[in-house]
Structures are given as structure tokens and as C-alpha cells.
């Protein structure tokens, strides 16, 4: 059986991908921080006991940032695969963070090479990586050979990893994939995220929970998938003859103001009566204009985004009320309105 | 008076950066690390002058890789200008010791950043960025606007420290500078950097105190000038109204192998000889050609380098070839240096 180790499994890459990989017969281990909360929120419905002879899914504790316990997970679980999706991930929230995110973001791809390459494992690699390493643009589309341009410690941190994932491939021969995924989201994205927080505030404004919904900039254009699609495109990198780098993206650009415009329509809401904007959420240095040409993927993969942009947004909306309706009148649990910074 | 503190001050561009500010009448100070072994040479001189008169010179112990000891160097002497010169800086060893060197020569950069950030100090910051983010180069010759292809986990730690000095400047408005620097040598190179490993050799067999070299590849191909040039570059950049990015280099390429035989010829001696090669100090992924173009500095700074690559070479060769004689002779050390 394959076996396959996810960082970040608890986050919306990860939990699309373990779905995944289960669905093909891998055998998944997730690497998970401890932390007296429970965060394994997105992973629940996967999940079986440990002591079901039949789980084919499992936890183990460690850390980025311990570079021994990477060792000691690629001695124990001997994986096939890796894939690193695990990071400090808010661009925002970077600039509060910036060491933590160098470290975690950065310097935790390079742990998890080290701890291969001291290994001997006959083992692949995925990298993560942005479409935020090319910032401010240098070209629009932004494809594979297009210089990058970081304008965040989460982006500087990214082009760490990128840079480090070609150099053992290049020095070392390691099996190295980097995936420069553009925006990707879906109803399991994390609720700060600018296209949840919109999602999310829409369906508490329908049930009369709050009535504004605070934001940034609205004249930010990104490249916006759904991450189910993008997660089949990571393993389709590590199924290849030989490792390479891949941009994934739908090749379509959509500003935040006309992710509001098709959320808000979809509820029957006026977003102009509910949106406020709030200079706190505005990025120090911000990126313009994310637009990615996935023209390799789609030829040398054969890969291809499945979801819409309005499907995407009817579908992120959809769940949102549905999680919503189901606090109010199902469990009857607290009707304070869930609003993340 | 002026105050700078200058990470990797016992290092060859430290040593030859604290002269240079002294002499201008800066107050300077050195981050070290403290280390049971003496590490000072290169800046003993220094103290020794200092002194004799009132000290514009002190050494105060930290670490880049403990934002602690940065936060308080920066509190308790409130410097106007940061060159940050400190790193792991060999790139073969960067290959051994790579998450070491990310922390150091990448992450050290950023933690010093942020200290600023965090002091509300109005202070400049040099950052020492490196020819080798050019690495399989995709152009040539190499200048700013060269996008970036590190090879080495050294280079991508100076990628990292680059993008981080940038990312400050323009998000916070720091007055923060790269100096993305060819490589530049003197006597007070590393014993273990090529050019100084083959000046050190040629006065070793000079005086019969060994016979062989070994090296890696002969054929790698830089662009090199004397750090002394180089350290008045880092210090216009730091005197202009607006921080900006500028590459120093001579605009000349030669091989090891055209160091090597200068070295050995001017020292009256047959290369072929002596030298061995040694395949444990090829490079995992080797740098090809590396080639700077410094126009944006020559007319934006006016800087100029003096030193020609032969200059270089002789300097180099008659210092080690007196270190030597001084060993031998002076003080009865036997054995090779």
C-alpha cells in the first residue's frame, strides 16, 4: 500500500487531499501540532479510532519546527509521498509574525528535505508553493519562468521553500515537486480568509445574527479556484516520470468586490447596505493583480480546473448558511454571530 | 557622532568596514558571538589603537539568531546605521549545514529588521546580498533587475534576506539597502575560501613547508575584486536620500585556474606541479559564470573599483608569503600554516 505523510492535514488542503488519497487506496498519516483545543475540525468525518484494524488514516504528533521529530516520523512511517502543505498561511497575518513564519513557512520545507536526504528514503516530495511569490507582477499571466516578487514575510518564507525544493532536486536528485497554486478555496476555507469571512458573514446577516461584515481592500484581483480540483492536480505533479514545477490556476481573475457582488446577489442581499471597510485588514505592501497561466499543467498533467467562479461562490455560500442554520434552529447552541479577525 | 553596529565585524569586510568607519569619525560597534576559542584576528589591530585615545570602538555580544539579544544591542545603543555582515558564509558548507545556515544568514537578516521595526529607531540597514542569487544564471552579465537562481542553501538563504530587506523598505519605509556584492578577497579572506586557500598554498611550498594544493573545480569562473573597494560601496549606498538595491563588481570574469596561475608564476613557481584535484570540493550544484554588471553604481554612487585583478592576486600572495616568513622565522611555529 502507499503510503503518504501530509503536513497541515488539519487545514483545507490537507483534509481535500487525505479524502483523496484514501479514495485511492493510500494509506494517509497526518502530521498534527498538539494543542489542548481541538483542531481536527475539517478531518472529523474521516477519521476512525486507531484501534479500527481498518483506519487507514493516522495522526502523529511533531512539528515543523522540530527538525527531530521529521526524522523520526520518516524513520518510523518509511512514507512514498510527502506533501508539505503545513505553514503559517495568512499573508496578514505574517507581517504580526514574521520570525514564526519564517521558521514554520520557510525554513520547515528544509527540515522536511534534511530529514529525506539523511534518511535514504526513496521518497517524493510536493511543495507547496505560492502564487503570492509573484506579488508585485513582473508579467501578467504569471506562468513558471515569470521572476518572482514577494511582498510579505509569508512570501519571502515561500520563496525560501520554493528555492530549496529545486536545490535538492538539482543537488541531490530528490524526487521535488513545487506546486504554485493560485488562490483556491471552498467551504473549508479558514475563516479569516477574505472569501469565507464574506461567505460567512453573509449567512450570519440572512439570520439577522449581525449586519455588517468588515473588510479591506476591495480592489484586490486574484485567480480563484476550488481547492478539491487543485488538491488532484498535487498528486498528479508527484505521479509524473520525472519532478518538476507546476502553476495551478483557472487563468480568470476576479476582483473581491465582484466576489461580494455574486455572494451577496446569490443570497438576495445588498452587500453596499452591510460592507464596511476597515484600514486594520489592508496589507502593508499589497499584491496587485494574480493571474496564472496553468498552460504546463493543463498540457504535461492533462489537469484541469473543474469548478466555476460562480459555482465556487454559490457553493462557499451555500454551505455557510447551511452551518449557520444548522447552530440556530438544529443544536440550539449559542446564536452569537461567528466573527473571525 | 555618527553610530553604526556592524554584524560579522570579525569577519574580512567587517574588519575592513569598522577601519573605514573609524576613519570617518563613526562611533563603531561589533556584534559577537561569544566562542572559548579567539576569533579576533582580523580586528586585534583595531583594538589595539583604540586604545590610546577615548574607545570609538566596542564589542558587544549577541546573536542572529537570537532576536533577545538584537532587541537590546539596538535599545541600548540606538546605532543610525546596521551593516549586517554576519552569516555562515561559506556555500560548500551550506550544503552540511543548511538549516544552520537558513537561520543565520537568512532568518538573522529579518530578525534585525524587525528589531528596528520594533525600536521605532530611525535607523539605516545594509544588507550584504551576494552574487550568488544569481547562481545558474539567467543572464549575463548579471544586474539588478536579474531575476534570482540560487544553487546552494546558502543562496537561498540570501535570497530569503534580500526579499525580506526589500519587503521591509516598501512596506514600512525602512531605510533598508541591498548591496548585492561579487565576490571581493584580500588577505583577510577565509583560510578556506579558494582564492586565500591557493595564496596560503603558494607560501607554504614557497617555504618548503608543504608540497601539494588540492581544489574543487578549476573551471568555475567569478568576478572578483578587493574587498577594500567593496566596503566604500556599502557605505555610499548607506549616504544616499533613497535606499535602493546596487550590485558591486569589477565587470570582469576570470577562472580558478587563471588565479592559480598568476599566483603560482608570480611567486616563481610551476602550478602543474603542486596542484591536485580534490572531487570532495565540487559543489553539489555548481555557479557557472558569474559576471556584474555595477552601472547603476558607478554613476548613481560614483563608486569605482581600484584594485585590478592582478593587483589582487600579488597582494594576496606577498601578504600570506610574509604570514609565513613571520611563522617560520619570527616566532619558531615549525610545520605548515
Redesign the interface.
Known amino acids: 500500500m502507499t503510503k503518504a505523510l501530509i503536513t497541515g492535514i488539519t487545514g483545507q488542503d490537507g483534509s481535500y487531499l487525505a479524502e483523496l488519497l484514501l479514495k485511492k487506496g493510500y494509506e494517509v498519516f497526518g502530521l498534527v501540532r498538539r494543542s489542548s483545543s481541538f483542531n481536527t475540525g475539517r478531518i472529523d468525518h474521516i477519521y476512525r479510532d486507531s484501534h479500527d484494524p481498518e483506519t487507514r488514516l493516522r495522526l502523529v504528533y511533531g512539528d515543523l519546527n522540530d527538525?527531530s521529530s521529521l526524522n523520526h516520523m520518516l524513520r518510523t512511517i518509511r512514507p512514498d509521498e510527502i506533501y508539505n502543505l503545513g505553514a503559517q498561511s495568512h499573508v496578514r497575518v505574517s507581517?504580526d509574525v514574521?520570525?514564526y513564519t519564517?521558521?514554520v513557512t520557510?525554513?520547515g520545507c528544509?527540515?522536511i528535505l534534511?530529514a529525506i536526504r539523511e534518511s535514504g528514503l526513496n521518497c517524493k516530495f510536493y511543495q507547496a508553493s505560492s502564487s503570492e511569490l509573484y506579488g508585485k507582477v513582473v508579467e501578467v499571466p504569471q506562468k513558471e519562468t515569470t521572476?518572482?516578487y514577494?511582498?510579505?514575510?509569508y512570501?519571502?518564507?515561500k520563496?525560501?521553500a520554493y528555492?530549496?525544493t529545486v536545490?535538492y532536486r538539482?543537488?541531490?536528485g530528490t524526487f521535488a515537486t513545487n506546486g504554485i497554486l493560485f488562490n483556491h478555496e471552498s467551504p473549508r476555507r479558514g475563516e479569516t480568509f477574505v472569501t469565507r469571512k464574506i461567505t460567512r458573514g453573509i449567512a450570519n446577516i440572512k439570520f439577522g445574527l449581525d449586519d455588517k461584515l468588515y473588510l479591506g481592500n476591495l480592489d484586490a484581483k486574484r485567480d480563484w479556484g476550488f481547492a478539491g480540483d487543485y488538491v488532484e492536480g498535487m498528486w498528479m505533479m508527484m505521479q509524473q516520470a520525472e519532478p518538476d514545477d507546476y502553476v495551478l490556476a483557472t487563468g480568470e481573475t476576479h476582483s473581491v468586490r465582484e466576489f461580494l457582488d455574486l455572494a451577496f446577489d446569490y443570497a438576495g442581499l445588498d452587500w453596499k447596505k452591510h460592507v464596511e471597510i476597515d484600514p486594520r485588514y489592508f496589507r502593508?505592501?499589497e499584491v496587485d493583480l494574480l493571474l496564472g497561466d496553468s498552460t504546463k499543467a493543463r498540457k504535461k498533467l492533462g489537469w484541469q480546473p473543474r469548478v466555476s467562479f460562480p459555482e465556487l461562490v454559490r457553493m462557499m455560500v451555500d454551505a455557510d448558511l447551511e452551518l449557520i442554520r444548522a447552530r440556530v434552529h438544529g443544536t440550539g447552541a449559542s446564536t452569537r454571530p461567528v466573527r473571525a479577525d
Not at 150 to 153: E, F, I, L, V, Y
Open positions: 527538525a507581517f514574521p520570525e519564517a521558521e520557510g525554513l528544509l527540515r534534511e521572476p518572482f514577494p511582498r510579505s514575510p512570501a519571502c518564507a520563496a525560501f528555492y530549496i536545490n538539482e543537488s541531490y502593508p505592501a
